[in-house]
């Protein structure tokens, strides 16, 4: 499957990007509404800035807390995201109603295409209330190129995994979708937000599965289990950045092994804990990746903090794989 942006295969900019697309987008949505799906990170960030420069007032931003974002993320997006923007920010709390309809649920594709569910009628109960006089025509997406490739849905390409904004969506979707940064990879997304004049922390955030920890949960997912991970990933981030390595390590996923238990010690006493995997991971373009070398004293450091702040984890390893033969996410 190749790329139609590709900028080995075209003369492309970031600045020629954005003029085009918001002239498409201009010609696309007319006088209609658009609810633009935010979730915090630069794809939804771009696509939600490309919007508001087209559209302005007819664009409407909706953030889900699906119960499955991590430590301190539902207070930075609804702050330093409109405060960077000023778009229009609807917030919806539907943690209960996401991990219920996970509840039982192991199957990694199923779980995605849950959350993708899950999303769109969340979305489509926000544009009734919001649209008490005029309809919403469209729902707006932060899709980017690897999510089109790894779902298999152009060309034939086989599915790896279907991404919640790609193959997990319901066949009724009541929307027209618009999807401006479709075509682009990571490296091109951050350069379109940098022109767009995003702020750093949100170009430069790592990339986050839309289903979120729900898939770096192995096996069902749990309140308790989301808990323990929280502390694990916050302790990863803290660390990461306190190193210097926020732009060296492209992606740093913490995955919990929900169904694995191993022997421990604590005193002198025996414990039968969670496992956790650090996966750290650079790449430009998330097609191939490898893991990142870091320092042995930076991964000891994690590892001693998270079995000690974090009582039920009792084992820390690394994965050292490559994409290919591995994705990087686990699920």
């Known amino acids: 499957m190749t790329n139609p942006q590709s900028d080995a295969a075209s003369a492309w900019t970031p600045l020629a990007f954005i003029e085009t697309q918001v002239e498409e987008i201009k010609q696309t949505v007319g006088s209609g509404r658009v609810l633009c799906g935010l979730s915090g990170g630069v794809d939804s960030a771009v696509t939600a800035a490309l919007l508001q420069r087209a559209i302005g007032s007819q664009l409407t931003c909706v953030f889900v807390d699906h119960g499955l974002l991590r430590a301190g993320e539902v207070e930075q997006v609804r702050g330093d995201f409109v405060a ?144 323990w991970l929280r502390v694990a990933d916050a302790i990863v981030r803290e660390e990461l950045t306190a190193a210097g390595l926020d732009r060296t390590v492209w992606q740093f996923p913490v995955i919990l092994l929900g169904d694995v238990h191993s022997t421990g010690v604590s005193g002198d006493k025996r414990t039968y804990g969670q496992t956790v995997v650090l996966r750290p991971i650079t790449s430009r373009d998330a097609m191939t990746a490898d893991w990142a070398r870091l320092p042995y004293e930076l991964v000891a450091k994690i590892s001693s903090r998270i079995t000690t702040e974090c009582p039920a984890i009792n084992r820390v390893v690394m994965d050292v794989t490559s994409k290919p033969p591995a994705t990087i996410e686990w699920e």
Do not use: C
């Not at 979305?123 to 690897?146: C, H, K, M, V, Y």
């Not at 969506?169 to 940098?194: C, H, N, S």
């Open 84 to 227: 960077a923007t000023g778009v229009t920010l609807v917030f919806r709390d539907e943690a209960d109603r996401f991990l219920d309809a996970l509840a039982g649920v192991t199957d990694p594709e199923q779980k995605r295409k849950i959350v993708g569910r899950e999303f769109i009628r969340v979305f489509e109960d926000a544009a009734r209330q919001i649209a008490s006089q005029t309809p919403i025509d469209f729902l707006a997406q932060g899709t980017i190129w690897p999510d089109v490739v790894e779902s298999g849905t152009e060309d034939g390409t086989s599915t790896i995994k279907s991404h919640h904004n790609v193959g997990g969506l319901p066949a009724d979707l009541q929307f027209k979708l618009i999807e401006p940064v479709r075509t682009l990879f990571k490296y091109q997304v951050r350069d379109v937000g940098t022109a767009l004049g995003l702020p750093d922390s949100m170009v430069w955030r790592q990339p986050f599965p839309g289903p979120g920890l729900g898939i770096r949960v192995v096996g069902e997912v749990t309140r308790e289990r989301l808990g």
